[in-house]
């Protein structure tokens, strides 16, 4: 019987003490992790897919910029991927944006920059690059004014 009370209780704390999945929140960077960010040599295309959320205003007028990158210090930079004409990123909404910039290897990296003052909600960012993985970046939260805001998926590179 004794047995019996000592597996239960090592069941117990098993199940008590599993790991929680860890959920991936956006933070902000310091401005200077991404302002030396230089436009370079084209040489490789990438398509974002960016979705607006639901409960993000109707649309935004705002500036949004957008930075990307490789765990090897392989950039990607577009000062301005909104475009105020074509009512880019309204609620609801999915936009597909082609890019050129620098090549990179798998991207682990993702921030957006907002300066105005309508604000604005993006539900995910998808990156296709060329010879990497799809990757997605779930935002599901206001970008803050005038910071970079987004995650950091790398380890070091060896």
Not at 83 to 92: A, G, L, N, V
Not at 112 to 134: A, C, M, Q
Request: overall charge positive.
């Amino acid at each position: 019987m004794k047995g019996v009370y000592f597996l239960l209780y090592l069941a117990s704390m098993f199940i008590l003490s599993e790991a929680q999945p860890m959920v991936s929140q956006p933070h902000a960077f310091k401005f200077e992790s991404f302002n030396s960010i230089q436009e370079i040599g084209r040489s490789c295309s990438f398509i974002v897919i960016i979705k607006t959320s639901c409960s993000s205003i109707q649309f935004t007028r705002d500036e949004i910029s957008l930075a990307f990158g490789d765990a090897y210090g392989n950039k990607v930079y577009v000062p301005r991927i909104d475009d105020p004409t074509s009512r880019r990123f309204e609620r609801c909404i999915t936009d597909t944006i082609q890019i050129s910039g620098e090549c990179t290897y798998q991207i682990c990296h993702v921030a957006l920059f907002r300066s105005g003052s309508d604000g604005w909600k993006p539900e995910s960012v998808t990156i296709y690059g060329f010879n990497t993985r799809p990757v997605t970046f779930y935002y599901k939260r206001f970008i803050p004014n005038g910071v970079w805001f987004g995650f950091n998926h790398c380890s070091r590179a060896s």
